[in-house]
């Protein structure tokens, strides 16, 4: 019994860990009827980026000011006139560099991406350490009406050498040609794409240097703004014998030289630049022009890879999404628990994550599904307590749900750590609307503890001709063998090549059945006997001495692979603590496992699931998922 846990807590973490996806939805918070009951004040809701991971937060800083409201009028019209149906704002923040000598500049969230907005002159600080600020001609890009992404922003010590120049972004490189230890002068080399684009010298290593003598700055004229900084780089020290020369780097920052436009009238996609005020360091945009009426089902392009959505269901539901295809690892953070815009959102010491705040959770829009939650409870200062009463609680419920064909009948389905997962097949009034229930022996997956991956769930058409293989997961294929003139079908099924089941159904018979229809292979997974795990059902099929074909609308696989959830099964931090299998629900905790939170700490509670804090004194945490694209 423990090796069969074994293997399915590694299949688990294996089909987990990899969270790859060829793009990647990150979901804000659901406006509209859940439950029944409608979340909207006044017919509006707004987003900003605690209940929207798509828009830019520092958690470190606590900067991020981008806001979305939607105001609904004329029944579930978004209005191109005043006052208008959506409404985006953005406002610069004070930001200090990496190298905090070198002061601050106005960062900005501009449509879920971090953008420098100018630099500005830290009260703090001695201006004359402030190279970039103070070798800019037009530090301000906002008043010139555009803003630059920020590429580079680090204090970490980098050793550059002859042989080894410093790699910048957007095909810059900074190298030296010579140090001369009598002058304490570094001759400095910019190239780009191979060619070189400036020289310079500085002069770290002299008596007294100061900070403008340690820096080396490269700037130029983007648009309408003359001599901005661009590229600013901090040289600690040299070093130059007979046989070596080296120089030492602590501090890079660089700037895009591609601008962005925000000047008034500006579009990006549905919106339009309605204001902007260069000195509160604010964007104000909206949908002028551009009326959006919220149908079901429907996806409009906002800005950029801001998406809205809405769910196929007769009730309202609407939600940003930001649709992203660049290859690389992304975070889907949850709402930011602790001081956040100098205020305590925590409740006696607590916080609750759900689909809502962290879109990391399960959640099914169309349908309205999803119950996950996770509890922290701090106690004794930030710690989480590994012992009774439980600083962390996990609690997910399983729900009804209809299949996509829904002939078939329901299934109660439960979000497992992110994922939806099978809990058992689910008994209907209706007689003959339950069939893969009935054809099942052990239908309660939670019964046997136990929980399925569900792999397909559909119901769009497929044209199969005789021949035909019909694709599923885990390595199966359905072979249309053959069609007879009374329309029985004849089918194979094989995985990873090899014959596994054959059967004959009649989906062409006049008065053939939901059971007449539908081929389905059931097997014993894990500690359950006789289960369906693929079904598939034909509206039809037909041989005409022409053509033998059969029309697929119906196609649902569940994971042979179980995930064990029996009391004490370790998941990460994560213990199962109790199982309900009638009431469908399970429980976890931490015991054993306190926590306690110091900053800029990262803690594995599931598998791609992690709790993290803020690199700074106030106590900022929260969850995030890691997704590979």
Known sequence: MRMIFAIAVAALLLVLSAHAAEKLDIRSEV?????????????????????????YYDPKKDIGTEQFTVSITDGNDLSGEAPYGIVYSTTAS??????SEFGSYNLIGFMGEKYFAGYVNDTGLSQWTQIPLIRSDDPNSLDKGQLQRILMDDNSESVVTQDKPLDLQEGYQLGFKTIDNRYHRVDLELQKDGVVVDSSSAYPSKDDATYSDK?????????????????????????????????????????????TAVKKETKFGKMTVAEVDAIAGTIIMNNAGQPIALLKNSDVTLMGDIHLKTANNDALRLY???????????????????????NDNLEDGSFTWNPQNFAGFYYDADRDLGTETLTTTLTEGNRLSGDYPNGIIYQTTAQIAELQFQDWGKYRIIGFMGEPCFAGYSSTEDLGQDMLYRVSIDENSLASEQLEKILLDSSEKTVLAKGDFLDLEEGYRLLLKGIDESGRALLELSRDGELVHSKIIAPGNEYATIADKTYYYRTNVGDQNGLVTIAVHFKDAVSDGRKSEAIVDGVWQISEKPISVVPDMSFGKMLVRSIDANGGVITMDNKDNAITLNKNHEVSLFPEIRLRTADNDSLRFFIDMQVRI
């Open 31 to 55: 406006a509209g009827t859940m439950n029944g009951v409608s979340n909207l004040v006044d017919d509006s809701f707004t987003w900003n980026p605690q209940n929207f991971p798509g828009f």
């Open 320 to 342: 940003l999404c930001r649709q992203v295809t660049q290859p690389g690892i992304y975070h889907i953070r949850g709402s930011i628990a602790g001081a956040v815009d100098d």
């Open 215 to 259: 820096t080396y700055t490269y700037k130029k004229d983007l648009g309408n703004q003359k001599g901005l900084v661009t590229i600013a780089i901090h040289i600690k020290n040299a070093y130059n014998d007979t046989e070596n020369a080296a120089i030492t780097v602590d501090g890079i920052w660089q700037i895009s030289e591609e601008s």
């Open 94 to 99: 004070q930001s200090a560099f990496k190298l």
